[in-house]
């Protein structure tokens, strides 16, 4: 019994220890990785204040011989930032109202209605996500063309807002709310339309909030399809653009362009902040989280 219990105490020590080993491993990584994926954008963010000549010397250096503030105000003058910022704005915003009304309702009609071929449909549809972009934009701008609508909002709006990403998200999440709810509702007379406005769609708060973000940095971002389908600069030009308006034949105004970075990065990232707690949430219970 004696030389029992030294191995037990032994083996229970040595388990600790090699699980707290496993431990600061594990954190050394997440911090070792978090220096390596933010170390350009630290250095980004101090190129936005230095002379441009600075930004790209040898050797590099963190800090310029000064601290230029006039660098993010001159990049509304330098070219028409506001008009991209505001183009952006209003695309990714309407951009992201009609993508939660599509995939919230056809998530619901593939994942809580019950229909013939509903099944075959889903997965054709989710095909469709095996398509890259770029070989669907020269199709998508001659259906734009014949609509008419090339230079427009709508262009840069609606190809793009019936995607299958979103109604796969709501479908895994209907999929999760419990039938007692809708079955409840028809006892009280409740049609299919009613108990998805009234019941089902309350609940799905989390995963419109995950749609939400990520549809808006989808639109947000978009570089190739509005440089196809806009023609008009800067009337109808948008962010990704703009950033690209700071490189000319004479040259880039690399802290110009550093500086607008910046700026379009804000609203991504308040967006983010503030819808955090809804994201994690949604992401666990919408299927994202690998379950």
């Known amino acids: 019994m004696s030389t029992d219990q030294p191995d037990g105490g032994g083996r229970r020590r040595g388990g600790e220890g090699h699980s707290r080993f496993g431990t600061v491993v594990a954190y050394a990584t997440a911090v070792i990785a978090a220096v390596v994926f933010a170390a350009p954008l630290v250095y980004a963010v101090f190129s936005a204040f230095k002379p441009s000549r600075e930004v790209l010397q040898t050797p590099p250096s963190l800090f310029g011989s000064q601290f230029r503030w006039e660098n993010f105000t001159e990049v509304f003058t330098y070219a028409p930032f506001a008009t991209y910022v505001t183009n952006s704005f209003l695309v990714s915003i309407a951009g992201v109202a009609v993508v939660l009304v599509v995939s919230a309702t056809a998530g619901y009609a593939f994942g809580r209605l019950r229909w013939p071929g509903r099944d075959i449909l889903f997965v054709l549809f989710l095909g469709t996500l095996m398509v890259p972009q770029e070989v669907l934009v020269i199709p998508m701008f001659v259906l734009m063309q014949w609509f008419g609508w090339v230079d427009t909002y709508q262009s840069l709006v609606l190809p793009w807002a019936f995607t ?38 309350p609940l799905a708060g989390p995963a419109l909030a995950v749609l939400a973000v990520f549809t808006f940095l989808n639109y947000w971002n978009s570089y190739l399809w509005p440089l196809i389908t806009v023609n008009d600069y800067p009337a109808r030009g948008t962010l990704p653009i703009g950033l690209a308006s700071f490189s000319t034949q004479n040259g880039t105004r690399w802290d110009l362009q550093m500086a607008a970075s910046i700026i379009s990065m804000i609203p991504t990232t308040i967006l983010v902040i503030a819808l955090q707690k809804h994201l994690v949430k949604g992401i666990a219970t919408s299927g994202l989280g690998g379950r």
């Not at 999760?176 to 108990?195: F, H, M, N, Q, S």
Request: no cysteine.
């Open 164 to 201: 299958a990403f979103g109604t796969f998200l709501m479908r895994q999440f209907f999929r999760g709310i419990p039938y007692e709810l809708e079955e409840a509702a028809r006892v009280d007379g409740a049609g299919p339309l009613r108990t998805f406005l009234r019941v089902i769609l």
